[in-house]
């Protein structure tokens, strides 16, 4: 038979796997879905998995680490399913011939790795701001801060008492010679402080979201409708690219299958270089002169424009 607590744990291990499964897809989601997931899976945590021990050695560390830990591998993981993170390392520690470590590269890649941490911050950001509202977490921390004791317990008739019995209050239990008032003055100090933190914290991240939103635009040389159009092309562009991919890969696995099992010579099936995956596979940075979206369109228009000087040189001959 299996435990109820274990049953717990497995149900909301499959609800935040759906979380992170559908976390995945961000880039499609938007931000402020990611957000909106996000403060639901702090809910769960919070709600099921979340206990404070009541203990004067614990409460600091058990509070902080629900707050602070999640919100490190929601960062860790916002990089890890970011492909333009991938694109950014790649090759980036074994330079190349004609990549010098110039200034202009380090400032490029510096600005592309800003801009996958913006998105990256959404989520743990989100996490705990949520946190800081719901309070619980709060309030386990600094109920077990030795600092906060007289801070909280001042000016009480059970002073004393309370600042012996405080890392108790958050679970109710166990307190002798408190009186319930006080109890629930200190615990409504303490939602307060962390629910004045959560909205700063919003506040904060919204005012610097918009102040980066508009230095872009105004920094930005193409307009916001070029900019919503390229968009959707390189999301389109990503959708289909794993399409082709997945279906060049079953075709190629399929011949030499096929090859090795029927001992045939191989069927004549093209694919990229290694050139040419390296051509495709860098960060592009849009510019109004060329008027490109992506490294796989400069590829295409400029290999276009190489074939056609190829047929004019026939030509000529």
């Keep these: 038979r299996v435990p109820a607590s274990l049953k717990t744990t497995r149900a909301v291990m499959d609800k935040f796997k759906t979380v992170l499964n559908i ?61 333009k993170t991938w694109k950014l390392l790649t090759g980036l520690c074994c330079p190349r011939k004609g990549r010098s470590c110039s200034w202009r590269r380090l400032f490029a890649t510096g600005t592309v790795l800003f801009q996958i941490s913006t998105t990256a911050l959404v989520a743990p950001s989100s996490w705990i701001a949520v946190a800081l509202l719901n309070g619980n977490y709060f309030e386990c921390a600094m109920t077990g801060v030795n600092a906060s004791k007289a801070r909280l317990c001042g000016g009480k008739a059970s002073a004393e008492l309370c600042q012996k019995e405080l890392f108790r209050f958050p679970c109710g239990r166990g ?13 409504l100090t303490l939602r307060a402080q962390s629910q004045i933190l959560g909205w700063l914290l919003i506040a904060s991240i919204m005012l610097s979201n918009l102040l980066l939103g508009c230095m872009a635009r105004c920094a930005s040389p193409i307009s916001y409708l070029q900019l919503k159009f390229w968009r959707m092309y390189a999301q389109q562009e990503s959708c289909m690219i794993d399409s082709f991919s997945a279906k060049h890969a079953k075709e190629l696995a399929e011949r030499n299958l096929k090859s090795f099992f029927n001992g045939t010579p191989p069927e004549d099936i093209k ?36 074939l056609h000087m190829r047929h004019f040189n026939k030509a000529e001959r």
């Design 23 to 83: 976390a995945n897809q961000q880039t499609n989601l938007g931000i402020g879905m990611v957000a909106l997931l996000t403060a639901g899976g702090e809910q769960i945590f919070s709600s099921v998995v979340f206990k404070c021990p009541c203990s004067q050695e614990l409460n600091f560390v058990y509070g902080i680490v629900f707050l602070l830990v999640p919100a490190l591998a929601l960062l860790l993981l916002g990089y890890i399913i970011s492909k």
């Design 175 to 187: 307190i002798s010679g408190v009186p319930d008032a006080d109890k629930d003055d200190v615990l």
């Design 271 to 306: 694919t990229p270089s290694n050139k040419d995956w390296e051509k495709i596979s860098s960060l592009y940075k849009f510019s109004a002169k060329d008027h490109y979206y992506s490294t796989l369109h400069r590829y295409v228009e400029r290999h276009k424009l190489s």
